[in-house]
């Protein structure tokens, strides 16, 4: 039952996010595509892209630590 609850609060931490980072983890992690398809789909570079990937990550633990303690 943990993995569940800890699904949800991911999935609803997701939600939080501004679009630019979701949209990137959406890419990458549910559709599986790499840094250079998602740049190229955001029109981003590979660069500006791995930022805002590592950035939305950070982002949603922060969130989601912040929803277990309450």
Known sequence: MEGRDELARILEGVKELPD???EALIMRFALGMDNR???R???RTDGAT???LHRAIKQLEGIVRTADRA
């Open 20 to 22: 630019d980072r979701r």
């Open 37 to 39: 398809e998602i740049a």
């Open 41 to 43: 789909a955001m029109g």
């Open 50 to 52: 791995k930022v805002l």
